[in-house]
């Protein structure tokens, strides 16, 4: 322990006052903290808990509604605004969704498998297999909501922004967002109507007299020399129509993905006091994650994550993993011109400034978003290449201080080698395991029947 003694050491977790008596703070000598940390690493340790409220999501006002959550869930486990699946499809043990060509069979539920809303289906299961192969892979949507950037290499800036771009995502399901629509006329209208201030447009029902102003299917022509399609023909109305209504099906889908938190894991039970709620060996990976080993220089708070850009120097290397990811730099575009970003018209708070000052930034070639660590050990395989098949993997990464080539950009000046010997390995492994907080709620988890 440095200076400061008993009394500097209690003076620092002063206020919680169980932990300090817990700790032996009214007796005993110049003891390091529960045997294991200097007051500043206890102090560092304990802004890593406990995991707080969400906050408000501006940019969807029907963010905690509800009946919006419970008509999102629905959405999370449907299938049928789904495009053709595609030849490459072959995959040996994957669960077999569909021959290529078939529609209507992918949704978001196939690549984020609840409890763990990972992929556990596809083989490789490094990217997943969606109406094609994805070129990262599928993070988990457990405490998604605590984000402030979406994505790997933050291509959405809200969670209804990601969630309105999915279904006609070329890897994810291909759909189109008048088919969407339509799909939404045909099996939702009701609950849709009883949510939103709009109801679905009336256009959108086959029998009716002006239903050519909604064709089946459609969506804005990928690019400006190619020739007009179903959407370019239609009035900027009932454009602006059907984009708004793509967006409130996302804002009831974040409704629901903001409830899938997950809290009080063990070793939130052990900063609060209750001692042997880890394992000595994760006490001491605490103290490695917050001292010698560097890692809440970004992975910081309760959710373990700055929500900000860093170059870990991740390889592209993998089956179905992209050859070049520039990361943020390639994402930030996609970002500034996404149809339901949150200065677009359908945010609720299109003057919040978010996306000021946002531009693609050479600094940010090859950085990714510094992922959130709770409930990781449910989430393997790793990183955005899903190429560390485990935690242990996922340290001796960072113990050789990343790769040394087959990534973009300019290492971060932290990646370095660590020096931590075997046990200090398994000691940030086994904190890293104490992060798993409890179950969701099994109605969270399980796909509602849908009308
Ligand atoms: C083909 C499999 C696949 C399907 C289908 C799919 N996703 Fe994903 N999802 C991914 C991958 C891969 C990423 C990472 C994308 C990136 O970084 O470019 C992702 C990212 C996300 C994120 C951001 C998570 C984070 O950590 O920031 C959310 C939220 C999400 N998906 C929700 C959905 C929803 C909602 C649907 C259905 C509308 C859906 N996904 C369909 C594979 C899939
Ligand atoms: C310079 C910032 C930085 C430092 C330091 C750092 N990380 Fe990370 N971490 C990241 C970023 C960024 C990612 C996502 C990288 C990617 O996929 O390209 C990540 C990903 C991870 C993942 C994978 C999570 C998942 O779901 O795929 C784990 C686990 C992890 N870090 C643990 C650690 C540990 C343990 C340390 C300390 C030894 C550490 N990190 C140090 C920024 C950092």
Same mark, same amino acid.
């Given at each position: ?8 050491? #209690? ?5 919680v006052?169980a932990t300090?008596?817990l700790l032996? #703070? ?7 903290i529960d045997?294991v940390f200097?007051?500043?690493?206890w102090?560092?340790v304990q802004?890593l808990s406990p $995991? ?89 949507? /457990? ?34 967002? $008048? ?68 967006? *409130? ?15 009080d894991a063990p070793f939130d039970r052990y900063v609060a006091g209750e001692l042997d709620a880890i394992s000595t060996s994760a006490k001491r990976g605490a103290r ?52 339901? *970003? ?6 609720? &708070?299109?003057?919040? +400034?978010? $996306? ?21 050990? &449910? ?15 996922? /340290?001796?990464?960072?113990?050789? +201080? ?24 398994? &000691?940030?492994?086994a904190f890293?395991e104490s992060l ?16």
């Open positions: 322990m440095k200076d400061g003694g008993r009394f500097g050491l #209690c003076m620092a977790i002063e206020g006052v300090a008596l032996g #703070c009214s007796e005993g000598e110049d003891e390091p045997g200097t007051p500043a690493e102090e560092a802004a $995991l707080p409220e969400l906050e408000p999501d501006p940019y969807n006002r029907y963010a905690d509604d509800p009946a919006a959550a419970a008509l999102g869930q629905k959405l999370f486990f449907e299938t049928r605004y789904s495009g053709a699946l595609g030849d490459d499809n072959a995959c040996s043990d994957c669960g077999a969704v569909g021959a290529p060509g078939e529609t209507g069979l992918m949704g978001c539920a196939y690549c984020h498998q609840p409890p763990s809303f990972t992929d556990r289906r596809s083989s490789p299961d490094n990217t997943s297999l969606g109406v094609k192969w994805a070129t990262r892979n599928t993070p988990s949507l /457990v405490n998604v909501a605590y984000y402030t950037w979406y994505g790997w290499a933050g291509k959405q800036d809200s969670l209804f922004t990601q969630a309105a771009g999915s279904p006609e995502s070329g890897t994810n399901s291909k759909g189109t967002r $008048l088919g969407y629509a339509h799909m939404l006329w045909d099996h939702y209208r009701g609950e849709y109507d009883a949510i939103f201030d709009e109801p679905l447009p009336d256009a959108l029902d086959p029998a009716h007299p002006e239903a050519d102003r909604f064709p089946a299917s459609g969506n804005p022509k990928a690019s400006v020399d190619d020739p007009d399609g179903a959407w370019e023909l239609m009035t900027s109305q009932d454009q602006e129509a059907i984009n708004r209504v793509v967006a *409130n099906q996302g804002k009831a889908v974040a409704a629901y993905e903001r409830l899938l938190v997950s809290r490695l994650f917050v001292g010698k080993a560097g890692c809440v220089e970004c992975h910081e708070g309760p959710t373990f994550s700055d929500n900000d850009f860093h170059n870990t120097g991740v390889p592209q290397v993998g089956e179905h993993v992209a050859a070049l990811d520039e990361g943020r730099y390639g994402d930030v575009p996609k970002l500034l011109g996404h149809t339901w *970003n949150t200065s677009s018209p359908f945010s609720d &708070d299109a003057l919040s +400034g978010k $996306l000021d000052g946002v531009h693609q930034d050479e600094a940010d070639i090859g950085k990714f978003r510094t992922k959130q660590l709770r409930n990781v050990a &449910d989430s393997a395989p790793y990183f955005h290449t899903g190429d560390a098949k485990t935690l242990r993997d996922v /340290v001796e990464f960072y113990n050789a +201080g990343g790769a040394e080539d087959g990534y973009s950009g300019v290492k971060d000046d932290l990646m370095v080698p660590l020096n931590l010997g075997e046990d200090e390995l398994d &000691d940030l492994v890293l798993t907080g409890a179950p969701l709620p099994a109605e969270l988890t399980t796909a509602p029947p849908l009308p």
